[in-house]
């Protein structure tokens, strides 16, 4: 099948046939022509799987033919809820691009810049508004945005709106949308609270699920290293080096932990760039530019940070850290299998990421191929000991090999400290009285 034979109108079909667009992919196919009858719709569909171009190609042509008049003011008539800034942007760039041969405007506002100049955008007028939740509720509650003519509404990667505590703003968005209108909610996996929500904004929805788990990884080369925690840094360094690798999107599960693997690599000379949500917008998007250029070799992300982050041709995904949901980890790796491409995907798991790697290769129903060749092989096969709570406090971590006279002296301590403590707040006067005393002394 061909976009042409599913009833698309002339303009939008020129902009795909510029873009080299010509067959769509499954999710497309089975979800354009229920959306351009108006029907809502339930997407189970992981990234890479053209599910925007599935929602952006229907609402341009089906508000193509709804354009107000020249001199008239424009509404927003459909509104796209999304994570994270770099998918705005992204969604963002999708519309114009496939309605560049049409008369509508498009809009995107997200928090982290000024939003001086998306209150300028809002006032000239949009028919497509696309919004992270946060920005979009500050503005609806300065009374700069107008939801009540939206007739096509987008909740996008849902389940990532959850797991970055967004519901609670989805739900005061939708309350100030209308009732009556045409709901389409896309999320990668199905959870009980976005089955609960779809239950409650779809209205005998269309529902799709595309590419399962074992069709987006059978494309990408897998590869595990069993390494300790403190050799990763050089394990990354060998494998930067030491192989072909045009291009990798390296992901840690901390802010923190992708600042330092940059620092590392630019001491060892490797081009390398962090993007994650402590980074301004205009750092996130150069970091971004650069990469997709290739002026930087290495793009060091948060799995927040990535969402939305499209880039042609990666060949390698580094799982520094393993992440600790499983589906995440399909998501990570699927950044180097797009369209049909294949890629490499590198995992790093050290002695206490092994029940993540069970619970992901049990996701994926096989085993992940071992690396025999490791210049840096596990040596701890202990894991790390929590830390142990007391009543009233958190101690520090206490190592289990400690002797039972090394922990009595630890709560003597303590209790010595507790005891000199009531003792100066009992006594606190006569404390006073002495300073006082040794300040006359003085003069």
Do not use: W
């Not at 205009?282 to 530019?289: G, I, N, S, V």
């Not at 007391?390 to 520090?396: D, E, K, V």
């Not at 006073?432 to 300040?439: A, C, E, L, P, Q």
């Amino acid at each position: 099948m061909q976009f042409k034979d599913l009833d698309i109108i002339p303009e939008i079909l020129k902009a795909l046939e510029n873009e080299k667009y010509i067959s769509p992919t499954p999710i497309q196919e089975q979800a354009i022509t229920p959306l351009l009858k108006g029907r809502d719709l339930l997407g189970c569909a992981q990234t890479g799987t053209g599910k925007t171009a599935a929602f952006a190609i229907p609402i341009i042509q089906l508000l193509s033919n709804e354009i107000e008049p020249i001199n008239q003011h424009r509404v927003i008539k459909s509104l796209i809820l999304t994570p994270t800034r770099e998918l705005a942007i992204q969604i963002f760039e999708s519309f114009r691009t496939y309605g560049q041969f049409t008369n509508l405007r498009y809009g995107v506002i997200f928090g982290g810049v000024s939003q001086k100049p998306q209150e300028q955008v809002l006032s000239y007028g949009i028919d497509i508004l696309i919004a992270t939740p946060g920005r979009l509720n500050d503005l609806l509650n300065q009374n700069l945005v107008d939801l009540k003519n939206v007739k096509i509404f987008v909740l996008d990667e849902a389940d990532h709106m959850l797991d970055m505590g967004f519901i609670h703003d989805v739900k005061k968005i939708t309350a100030k949308i209308p009732q009556k209108k045409q709901t389409l909610l896309f999320s990668a996996t199905m959870p009980s609270e976005i089955l609960k929500m779809a239950d409650s904004v779809l209205v005998n929805p269309v529902k799709i699920t595309v590419t399962p788990v074992s069709s987006t990884v059978d494309l990408i080369q897998q590869k595990l290293y069993f390494v300790d925690k403190k050799n990763k840094q050089s394990l990354l360094q060998h494998i930067l080096n030491s192989q072909v690798i045009t291009s990798a999107l390296v992901f840690t599960r901390t802010k923190h932990g992708a600042d330092r693997v940059v620092k590392e690599l630019m001491r060892e000379n490797i081009s390398a760039a962090a993007i994650h949500g402590n980074k301004s917008q205009t750092a996130r998007q150069t970091a971004l530019e650069d990469f997709k250029s290739r002026k930087t070799r290495v793009l060091v992300a948060t799995d927040i940070a990535a969402r939305g982050i499209d880039i042609d041709e990666l060949s390698h995904v580094i799982n520094f850290e393993l992440p600790n949901i499983s589906e995440t980890y399909v998501h990570r790796i699927g950044r180097t299998g797009r369209a049909g491409f294949g890629g490499v995907a590198i995992s790093f798991c050290d002695i206490n990421e092994e029940p993540f790697l069970k619970d992901i290769q049990a996701l994926l129903g096989k085993k992940i191929p071992v690396v025999e060749e490791n210049p840096y092989p596990m040596m701890i096969f202990t894991p790390e000991p929590k830390a142990i709570v007391s009543f009233n406090r958190t101690l520090a971590a206490v190592p289990t090999a400690k002797s039972k006279s090394s922990r009595v002296t630890n709560v003597q301590k303590v209790k010595e400290k507790r005891n000199q403590r009531d003792f100066y707040r009992n006594d606190g006067d006569e404390r006073t009285s002495r300073k006082n005393k040794s300040r006359k002394n003085k003069f």
